[in-house]
């Protein structure tokens, strides 16, 4: 899992740059329910799966509180 500052900005890079397809994405309901939003991009046997947080005490916004953008779970 990728925590990114801007779900825009990763779909942007991964599908329109490097041609990834989108693969899924959680529900809206899920979403608030976590506080983070995630979409998932792939190209062959490789998926990405990016996740936005929507509030500052959800694991992606404690992860990105501490560290970069970057990958948080393997």
């Known amino acids: 899992r990728r925590y990114v ?5 990763s779909r942007s890079f991964y599908v329109d ?3 990834f397809a ?3 994405a959680t529900s809206e309901r899920v979403a608030r329910a ?3 939003r995630s979409e ?3 190209a062959g046997d490789c998926t990405i799966v990016c996740t936005q947080p ?3 005490r959800s694991l ?5 509180q501490r560290h970069p953008e970057g990958i ?3």
Do not use: T
């Open 5 to 9: 500052g801007s779900l825009d900005k």
């Open 17 to 19: 740059r490097l041609g």
């Open 22 to 24: 989108p693969r899924g």
């Open 34 to 36: 976590l506080g983070e």
């Open 40 to 42: 998932a991009y792939g």
């Open 54 to 56: 929507l509030h500052p």
């Open 60 to 64: 992606a916004g404690g992860y990105l």
């Open 72 to 74: 948080g779970a393997v």
